[in-house]
């Protein structure tokens, strides 16, 4: 049998939308010619084993790697032991990189709900966002000249939009970038005080929100700087928004109200599995439909780098997200935070 000539590797790889990616993955022919490197947190060892006993074809090579990605240090260690392995043959280079991993992370301790990572940052701000430039501008060195980025955005990062409204920000605060700083900390967001909204639920929606749209500023700026490296030009980037997914590990019961986490948690799995036959692109999705929207976002012909994708469907992300001027100063806040040397990258221009 043919060693595999790529390499695909998803991080959250073992949770609710990452189980459903792999498995529709494996259902497609690119599973014997791509390598899994399959992401899983420290505390998920099992589930995602036994899936890929059950279902992988026997043509498809695998491996799972272990990686808390609240800590820089150890995406750091992490991609400091890949990269020699690409480097040397013994992995095949990677040609498509699924960022899923994610959360909606609040303290049960505190009323907002702030919580912060090993390294000081606020949680969401540290695993939803500044894990997912460090790691991208590391593995960049180790993807194939026409690899494609996926990465998982939200509806919630649209503070304009009126069904955010409730939790994300009142309408009127219709911008969520503030100093980087300040969002690193977790103060950065619309202050209570303005919106009157201040349980953990509202606030950790809110910073949640906001690192979905960092992520897509970020989608745009990395996007026009490959363009012009005389490297890495073909690589491209996709953001997709998966609608609203219930049942999967993203609604803990300390952040939500106990009546809406019980609905997503119980309710919404039923109801989306037969909503989603009628309108597979609707507001309510399952893991599997995702899974597919997932596999279009890698392999779908004629979608172009900086595309922000509603499932199957190309939408655009929110006007802020559009802003050069603060896409500018979150890629230099972030370099700053996440202390970047010229060794670390492959992009011509990072600085
Ligand atoms: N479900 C939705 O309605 C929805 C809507 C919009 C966007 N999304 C996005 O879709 C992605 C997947 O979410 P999901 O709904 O499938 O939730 P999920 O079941 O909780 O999956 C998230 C995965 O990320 C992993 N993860 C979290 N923190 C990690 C860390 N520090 N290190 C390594 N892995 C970590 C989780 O592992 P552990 O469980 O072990 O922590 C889990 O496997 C997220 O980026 C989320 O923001 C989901």
Not at 236 to 261: D, N
């Amino acid at each position: 049998m043919a060693a595999p000539k790529y390499a695909l590797l998803v991080t959250g790889a073992a949770g609710g939308i990452g189980s459903g990616f792999v498995s529709e993955f494996l259902k497609t022919p690119q599973a014997s010619t791509h390598y899994g490197l399959y992401v899983v947190h420290p505390s998920q060892p099992g589930s995602l084993a036994e899936l890929l006993k059950n279902h992988a074809p026997a043509s498809h090579k695998y491996e799972i790697a272990s990686l808390d990605l609240s800590s820089l240090v150890s995406v750091r260690s992490f991609v400091s032991t890949l990269q020699p392995r690409v480097k040397a043959g013994e992995l095949p280079p990677i040609r498509k990189l699924y960022l899923i991993a994610g959360g909606i992370f609040t303290s049960k301790d505190t009323e907002d709900g702030l919580d912060y990572s090993a390294d000081g940052l606020e949680k969401m701000f540290a695993v939803n966002y500044l894990v997912n430039f460090l790691l991208v501008l590391m593995l960049l060195g180790s993807m194939k000249e026409s690899a494609r980025i996926v990465f998982m955005s939200s509806t919630t990062h649209w503070p304009e939009n009126k069904s955010n409204a409730s939790h994300v920000t009142k309408l009127e605060h219709n911008t969520v970038w503030k100093d980087v700083d300040m969002l690193a900390n977790g103060k950065g967001n619309v202050p209570e005080a303005e919106t009157g909204k201040k349980g953990r639920f509202e606030a950790g929606m809110r910073r949640y929100g906001t690192t979905k749209t960092l992520l897509n500023m970020f989608m745009y700026e990395l996007q026009r700087r490959l363009d012009k490296d005389s490297q890495l030009s073909k690589i491209s980037i996709i953001a997709m928004e998966p609608g609203a997914v219930g049942g999967t590990g993203l609604f803990q019961a300390h952040t939500f109200p106990i009546w809406m986490w019980f609905i997503l948690c119980y309710i919404a799995p039923l109801i989306q599995t037969i909503v989603v036959w009628f309108m597979p692109n609707g507001f309510m999705r399952t893991p599997q439909q995702v899974g597919k929207d997932l596999v279009f976002a890698g392999w779908g012909k004629g979608l172009k780098g900086a595309t922000y994708l509603d499932g199957h469907v190309v939408r655009d992300s929110s006007p802020e997200t559009h802003d050069v001027v603060k896409q500018g100063k979150l890629w230099e806040g972030s370099l700053r935070l996440v202390g970047l040397s010229d060794a670390e990258t492959a992009l011509e221009s990072w600085r």
